[in-house]
């Protein structure tokens, strides 16, 4: 029962996000689309590869402390191939800066959705 709740919370996180983003998308088009764009051209391939620009994102997203961003941004690690030593390593980064309740979000949220989008990805 409780990896069901996991599945759901990661999932549904994501579902969560997606929705209000496409409520944000029908008062303000423009506001919507020119962050998006923008974000799609940030995340391209360039000097710095896609996986990199994750685990990038990942980082700031711990120290940041936003949760959406962290599942969001583990997902997106885990669909360009990263491995758990390179999660380890960013984790470790993030945490290095970000102190305790940096860590906190690293060794939970960011671990249980590396584990879980994992599993279901691959």
């Known amino acids: 029962m409780e990896n069901n709740e996991h599945v759901n919370y990661f999932d549904q996180s994501i579902s969560d996000y997606k929705r209000g983003t496409t409520r944000m998308q029908e008062y303000l088009p423009e506001v919507t689309r020119g962050y998006f764009e923008f974000t799609e051209e940030a995340f391209k391939e360039g000097a710095i590869d896609k996986k990199e620009k994750q685990l990038m994102a990942l980082a700031i997203s711990i120290y940041a402390q936003d949760e959406y961003c962290i599942i969001y941004h583990t997902k997106g690690a885990v669909e360009n191939g990263i491995s758990e030593a390179e999660l380890m390593e960013t984790l470790a980064i993030s945490t290095a800066l970000g102190g305790g309740a940096a860590f906190a979000q690293a060794v939970t949220l960011a ?12």
């Open 111 to 122: 671990t249980d959705a590396y584990a879980h989008y994992q599993q279901k990805l691959h």
